[in-house]
């Protein structure tokens, strides 16, 4: 197959060099997809499509001698993760590991799920005329698709206003999520079990606020706060469990300080996400996830392994799998491939 050449400014060839050499080092062979490219150790996240193993991103990984961490709670198992944790079909979650040279099977050592959010509906739209619905929970806007969304204990047609559901999903902004997965949790109650992540935006005594969501962070005494001197402070992303107080009002039991970063250097990291602060056609850099890559040096393909151009298919809201090197907080991108 022919690849996808280029005009590159010398700053964006001196980067691909360094990304050739680095996945040189790191390994040869086939990559995390179905197409050819990079293996090796490093972080793979999306959609778990299926299990006996784990399933993501075109490889299967063994987990036979793998640790689970599932919303915060640690599992020696697969077993005792899907059955005890709740981990299912249709939850993005990371795999640290290693991916094998034939590009579709791989070792897993730790498989991380953490939820979006977890709250109450309110704003459920109608049908779209994309075929999909939204609807709020707190600060965050989640889009569902009969198709695409996994539903447990619940169903497209069968969402409501008020009722307590658990969404994981892709990240359209740090207020948006294309839902793979959606469980119905609990009915309309004060004090039912709620989560949400987010930036405190002000701080008070006795609450601090999120977007439109107040956490009461000192009503319950045995609330947990692992925050840098045990104090929430404004400006750093948080991730708050808690009872729903109604009114948006969440009493804290826990509050843990997030960082959503896959750090700033990964051998290899096979990411799945939704394009978004799309640049252009010649430029090639955006972020998924929240995480910049720079794809100047990319191969484009689609999922039957057939090569594409980008000017005619990347833009916002694509769907996309890139696998490459993080080099200084940057994924240098070795190949894309359009869901």
């Known amino acids: 197959m022919k690849s996808l050449h280029l005009t590159m400014p010398l700053d964006k060839i001196a980067k691909a060099t360094v990304l050739l050499l680095s996945s040189f080092l790191v390994s040869c062979g086939g990559g995390s997809s179905t197409v050819a490219g990079i293996g090796g150790t490093g972080i793979t996240s999306g959609e778990i499509t299926a299990f006996g193993s784990v399933h ?162 000192t009503a319950n005494p045995e609330v947990d706060i692992k925050l840098p001197n045990g104090i929430p402070v404004e400006g750093i992303l948080v991730e708050v469990h808690g009872s729903y107080q109604g009114f948006n009002i969440i009493e804290a039991v826990e509050i843990d300080e997030e960082d959503d970063d896959f750090g700033s250097d990964v051998d290899h990291i096979s990411l799945e996400g939704i394009i978004a602060n799309f640049t252009d056609e010649v430029i090639l850099q955006f972020t998924i996830n929240g995480q910049a890559v720079d794809a100047i040096g990319a191969v484009f393909y689609y999922s039957s392994e057939v090569e594409f151009t980008p000017t005619t298919e990347l833009d916002d809201g694509v769907r996309i799998e890139v696998e490459g090197t993080i080099i200084s907080g940057v994924l240098f991108a070795d190949e894309v491939e359009l869901h």
């Open 56 to 217: 993501m991103n075109g490889v299967i990984f063994d987990t036979d001698n793998s640790q689970f961490e599932v919303d915060g709670d640690i599992f020696d198992n697969q077993d005792d993760a899907t059955q005890l944790g709740g981990l299912a079909e249709g939850m993005v979650a990371k795999v640290y590991g290693t991916t094998n040279g034939d590009g579709v099977t791989g070792t897993a050592t730790l498989v991380e799920y953490d939820n979006d959010v977890e709250g109450p509906i309110t704003n459920l739209s109608a049908l779209l005329s994309d075929g999909r619905m939204s609807f709020d929970i707190f600060n965050h806007k989640v889009y569902i698709d009969p198709i695409d969304t996994t539903f447990k204990d619940t169903s497209f047609g069968a969402l409501a206003e008020d009722i307590i559901v658990e969404v994981s999903g892709l990240n359209i902004s740090d207020t948006e999520v294309a839902a793979t997965f959606v469980k119905f949790k609990d009915t309309p109650a004060i004090g039912a079990e709620v989560e949400i992540e987010g930036i405190i935006d002000s701080v008070g005594t006795d609450t601090f606020i999120m977007g439109s969501v107040t956490i009461d962070y």
